[in-house]
C-alpha cells in the first residue's frame, strides 16, 4: 500500500534561518510525491510535485523538494524562513497508481519565530 | 482562490440528523473528492467522483453517501449524525482524476454535531 510518513509533529525555525520538513515514502512502482500547506481556517494549497526528472522539484512561495530515491524520501525545503511561512505543510502520495485519491501524512506544524 | 466552492462553511447540527454539503469543482474539473480532517484521524479521503461515476472510495462510513451531478457539482450526505463526525470536511477536484493531477481545495466545511 502507498504511504507517507511525517516524522515530526513540529519544526520551529528563525526568520531568515534554512528550513526542511521531512517526508518519507513507501510506493510501489514510480512515485508521484505532492506537499500542501494549509494555513489557519483555509483550505489545502498545492506547493509542488515530484513526476519525473530532477531530483530537485522547485514549487511556489520559493519552496522546492529533494526527491531522494535511495533514501525514499521527499523533503520539503526553503532557503530563508519567512515568519508567513508558519502554517501545517503535508506530504501526499496517490491512493494507487490508477490515480484517484491522495494519503496525506500525519502533518507537520511549520513555526517560524521573528 | 483554488476555484472549488463549497457550502456552507460552517454547520452545526444535532445528534441524529442529516446533512448536505455541497461542492462545485473549478470549471473544467471532471473529478471531485471529498476528505474529511479531524485531529485525531488526520486527513483522510473519503470518496472520489469521475464524470459523474463514482471511482474511488476510501473510509467513508455507510451512514455516508455522495454523488455527482451532470453539472458535476457533488454533494456529500451525512445521516445519523455522531459526535464523532464533527470535523472539517474538504472538497477537491482535478482535471483527469489521474495519479499526476494536481488537486484544488476548497476552503471546508466545518461540522459541528452537538
Known amino acids: 500500500a502507498q504511504s507517507v510518513a511525517q516524522p515530526e509533529d513540529q519544526v520551529n525555525v528563525a526568520e531568515g534561518n534554512p528550513l526542511t520538513v521531512k517526508c518519507t515514502y513507501s510506493?510501489?512502482?514510480?512515485?508521484?510525491l505532492f506537499w500542501y500547506v494549509q494555513y489557519p481556517n483555509r483550505g489545502l494549497q498545492f506547493l509542488l510535485k515530484y513526476i519525473t526528472g530532477d531530483n530537485l522539484v522547485k514549487g511556489s512561495y520559493g519552496f522546492e523538494a529533494e526527491f531522494n530515491k535511495s533514501q525514499t524520501s521527499f523533503h520539503l525545503k526553503k532557503p530563508s524562513a519567512l515568519v508567513s511561512d508558519s502554517a501545517l505543510y503535508f506530504c501526499?502520495?496517490?491512493?494507487?497508481?490508477?490515480?484517484?485519491?491522495?494519503?496525506f501524512g500525519k502533518g507537520t506544524t511549520l513555526s517560524v519565530s521573528s | 482562490d483554488s476555484g472549488v466552492t463549497q457550502t456552507p462553511k460552517h454547520l452545526i447540527t444535532a445528534t441524529g440528523q442529516r446533512v448536505t454539503l455541497r461542492c462545485s469543482p473549478r470549471?473544467?474539473?471532471?473529478?471531485v473528492y471529498w476528505y474529511q480532517q479531524s485531529l485525531d484521524q488526520g486527513l483522510q479521503f473519503l470518496i472520489q467522483?469521475?464524470?459523474?461515476?463514482?471511482?474511488a472510495k476510501g473510509n467513508i462510513l455507510e451512514r455516508f453517501s455522495a454523488q455527482q451531478f451532470p453539472d458535476l457539482h457533488s454533494e456529500l450526505n451525512l445521516s445519523s449524525l455522531e459526535l464523532g463526525d464533527s470535523a472539517l470536511y474538504f472538497c477537491?477536484?482535478?482535471?483527469?482524476?489521474?495519479?499526476?493531477?494536481?488537486?484544488?481545495f476548497g476552503a471546508g466545511t466545518r461540522l459541528s454535531v452537538l
Open positions: 501526499a502520495v496517490p491512493l494507487n497508481q490508477a490515480g484517484t485519491a491522495l494519503i
Open positions: 470549471s473544467g474539473d471532471l473529478s
Open positions: 477537491a477536484s482535478s482535471e483527469q482524476g489521474l495519479a499526476k493531477n494536481i488537486q484544488y
Open positions: 510506493v510501489s512502482g514510480n512515485p508521484y
Open positions: 467522483y469521475y464524470n459523474g461515476e463514482e471511482r
